[in-house]
């Protein structure tokens, strides 16, 4: 007696068998991807990109911090400049600020000019906080009420903003400026807007 | 004044119930607070990001209430209130995010599943199903042994 052999499976279908085995390794590529730029800090899951990039700084005048003896921000000190700046919004309870004011005070010692932005702060905490750790700011305004930050955008400090010279804001970075992060992203930016 | 506020707070249990922010905070007008809220409720809280800033404890979102409540009590209609915040937070503030190049995929992708879906469809019942073989005698004897149905 002869058995009944099952038909073959038509060679259209035959890739089907490998798609189980594809899914998962494209999945495993992606997770892979993933957790490289969560460590490297180039992918973050929470980061939201700016309204304002490519946008005039907006229109805002804080008054100076006192203590600080630096004067005021305004957004005429963001127009016709002779180099780009960095807009700084900080705060002395700020725990990533503390991590990374190492990074702002490298930038100022090589001459780029940072102008803080010292958000729901107390004047007295605030210049302690420079007292302390030294400051990197060349202009410093003092947003208390936070207002100010809400026209940046801001959802939390610290947050970076890079300005051209025309006033142009051309990139923002929620969280600590890390050495990477200034190697990699703050130092090109610098040298193609200078 | 604050006497009769009391006494509309006491007469709308639901208000109370829903009110995250402090009384303080609240519009005196009950007809604004509720379009402030209307408005509220459509903002992302970028905190927490899946709560509305009517919902959220978080400092940036009563930072942003409030500035609802000021335009609204301005007179700002709901959309120009929305837009103003939506032009410094971009379209993720928006709880429904709005149809534009960016979010084109977003909104295109059930209409795509669904164009796919029919052109596999189609394809499939265009292409005739192979031609069945008949039985051979030996199946057919078989069959006809198991249903017990003998006529050959």
Known sequence: MSEAVPPPIPRRRRWLLWAPLGVAAAGGVGFYAMLRGLSSGSYDPRGVPSALVGHQAPAFTLPPLEAAGLPGLAQADLIDMPRPVLVNFWASWCVPCVIEHPQLMRLS??????????????????????????????????????????????????????VDRGGIIRWRFPGAVTPELL?????PLLRRYA | MRALLFAALLLFPALQAQA??????????????????????????????????EESEADMA??????????VARGASNHQVTAYIHARY???????????????????AP????????????LRSRTPRAATAPLT????????????????
Request: charged share 25%; hydrophobic share 40%.
């Open chain 1, 109 to 162: 010692r090589d001459g780029v000019p940072v102008y803080g932005i010292n958000y729901k702060d107390k004047p007295a905490d605030a210049a302690g906080f420079l007292a302390q750790r030294g400051n990197p700011f060349a202009r410093l305004g003092r947003d208390q009420p936070g207002r100010v930050a809400i026209d940046w955008g801001v959802y939390g400090v610290p947050e970076t903003y890079f």
């Open chain 2, 90 to 108: 971009g379209d993720f503030i928006l709880l429904r995010p709005p149809f534009n190049t960016a979010t084109l995929l977003l909104w295109g």
């Open chain 2, 111 to 122: 209409l795509l599943v669904l164009l796919g879906g029919g052109i596999v469809v189609a």
């Open chain 2, 137 to 152: 005698e030996a199946e057919r004897q078989r069959l006809a042994d198991i249903t017990g149905d003998r006529q050959a």
């Open chain 2, 20 to 53: 995250i922010g402090k009384p303080e905070d609240m519009l005196a007008d009950p007809a604004a607070e509720a379009r402030a809220r209307e408005i509220g409720r459509e903002l992302r809280c970028m905190v927490c990001q899946n709560q509305s800033i």
């Open chain 2, 62 to 71: 009563r930072d942003l209430r409030l500035l609802v409540r000021e335009q």
């Open chain 1, 183 to 187: 190697r990699d992203d703050i130092q």
